[in-house]
């Protein structure tokens, strides 16, 4: 039962559109959501968190947005950058106790057009 | 900067051999979580431990063990390696209390052939 939910395998953007990354969960315990960053060969690396009594959170280029009653968080990247091609995950923290790990998205694979 | 090494980046075992993936955090951070990625399957929490000697299981343990003798140091063991567990493996570590970020290692991609 995937709890964490990334539809898109990929996505294409031009350099200096908007990106919009989106991610759906189903366990309403989730109290803590965070999008990493992944190049090929290397470990993911963090980019913005939001926690489940906000409803945005904006660092730089890089905004997510979440709505707690579609069960449903985006990551918007403004303008897009070549850097930006990866594949980003997103991931979510379970409050009901049990192992502390993040339950992550199968992840979406971003490309940037020049 | 937080800094997570593993001991390997690429590895080739044989299906039987014992295989150990070692992984250092060098920010004191208490807790400490093995993943694994495969296509189309995203990370999946094999072990987590959040003291010295302290571990639990995460998603999918079967067919692993972990070892966390010492603070910065957190093991990942396959006692029997087969070919189902060739895999990227990644090791992360998270400050107690603090946010819940987590920063990964490099990752080994292991093949069991």
């Known amino acids: 039962d995937q709890q964490v939910k990334q539809n898109s395998p990929s996505l294409s953007v031009q350099e200096g559109r908007i990106s919009i990354l989106n991610c759906d969960y189903t366990?309403?315990?989730?109290?803590?959501f965070l999008w990493y960053k992944k190049y090929p060969a290397e470990g993911p690396t963090f980019l913005i968190s939001i926690s489940s009594i906000k409803d945005k959170n904006e660092d730089g280029r890089f905004t997510v947005f979440l709505n707690k009653s579609a069960k449903h968080l985006s990551l918007h990247i403004v303008p897009s950058q070549p850097g930006d091609s990866a594949v980003y995950f997103c991931?979510?923290?379970?409050?009901?106790?049990?192992?502390?790990?993040?339950?992550f998205g199968k992840g979406t694979h971003l490309i940037i057009q020049p | 900067d937080v800094k997570v090494t593993q001991s390997s980046r690429y590895l080739v075992k044989r299906t039987g051999e014992k295989v150990f993936l070692e992984c250092v955090q060098d920010m004191d951070h208490e807790n400490m979580f093995w993943y694994r990625q495969d296509p189309g399957l995203g990370l999946r929490l094999i072990y987590f431990s959040y003291d010295v000697k302290m571990k639990e299981k995460g998603d999918i343990p079967e067919g692993y063990s972990v070892s966390r003798e010492k603070k910065e140091r957190f093991s990942l063991i396959l006692e029997s390696a087969s070919t189902n567990q060739t895999s990227m493996y990644l090791c992360a570590s998270r400050r107690q209390g603090g946010s819940y970020e987590q920063y990964f290692g490099p990752g080994t991609r292991l093949t069991v052939t």
């Open positions: 991931a979510a923290r379970y409050s009901g106790g049990g192992a502390d790990g993040l339950t």
């Open positions: 366990n309403s315990m989730f109290d803590y």
